[in-house]
């Protein structure tokens, strides 16, 4: 079974933290994706890689960055958290299809 | 506009009774994906259609692709109450750039009372 784990169930941090999200995933996926998913609005893609240091913006980005220095690794970055950042993000992973994703993160800016 | 149209957005039905849920698109479907998410948590991924005309079934669920891909519907049979949860659908190469992009819609709450 493929397995992506995510750093944090909860996390609370407080406006201008830098904040860091985490994901790593055991079935040596090329491709690692970032949602962020809001009622109203559903599941967003935030930025997605298809290799190590290989990103792509999705449709939201600004605010985030990321990285991915191994193949396994996707971190997520809140460079300057705001409110408007709170929120359940999602990371997933895949070799073509299907995407497999984590169990989220419940992040609260304050 | 919403590139992936999922209706209803919620649904409440008793114990085993039947019930479709929909995805429409208005361009043609090359894969699409169907996600259930309990409240909370992260999205289990149940079926994957591509072809038009193909239906696949696991236990009490049965997801179709219309033979213009542009809909499919989730059937589910006699429903309980571990049925319950959001149900999503996902498509890639709708938003351009590349094919493992998903494009979801936005979900239907699905709610079982025994």
């Known amino acids: 079974d493929v397995k992506v784990t995510q750093s944090s169930r909860y996390l609370v941090k407080r406006t201008g933290e830098k904040v860091f999200l985490e994901c790593v995933q055991d079935m040596d996926h090329e491709n690692m994706f970032w949602y962020r998913q809001d009622p109203g609005l559903g599941l967003r893609l935030i930025y997605f890689s298809y290799d190590v240091k290989m990103k792509e913006k999705g449709d939201i980005p600004e605010g985030y960055s990321v990285s991915r220095e191994k193949k396994e690794r996707f971190s997520l970055i809140l460079e300057s958290a705001s409110t408007n950042q709170t929120s359940m993000y999602l990371c997933a992973s895949s070799l073509s299809q299907p995407q497999h994703f984590g169990d989220g993160t419940r992040l609260s800016i304050l | 506009s919403q590139e992936l149209e999922q209706s209803p957005q919620s649904l409440i039905v008793q114990e085993g009774k039947n019930l479709t849920i929909n995805c429409t698109s208005s361009?043609?479907?090359?894969?699409l994906y169907w996600y259930k998410q309990k409240y909370g948590e992260g999205l289990i991924f149940l079926m994957m259609l591509q072809k038009g005309g193909e239906e696949k079934s696991h236990e009490k669920i049965t997801a179709k692709l219309d033979e213009k891909k542009q809909q499919s519907s989730l059937h589910i049979t006699a429903s309980q109450p571990s049925h319950a949860g959001i149900y999503l659908c996902?498509?890639?190469?709708?938003?351009?750039?590349?094919?493992?992009?998903?494009?979801f819609g936005k979900g239907t709450l699905l709610t079982v009372n025994p």
């Open positions: 361009k043609t479907l090359y894969g």
């Open positions: 996902g498509a890639d190469g709708l938003s351009g750039g590349s094919n493992y992009k998903l494009t």
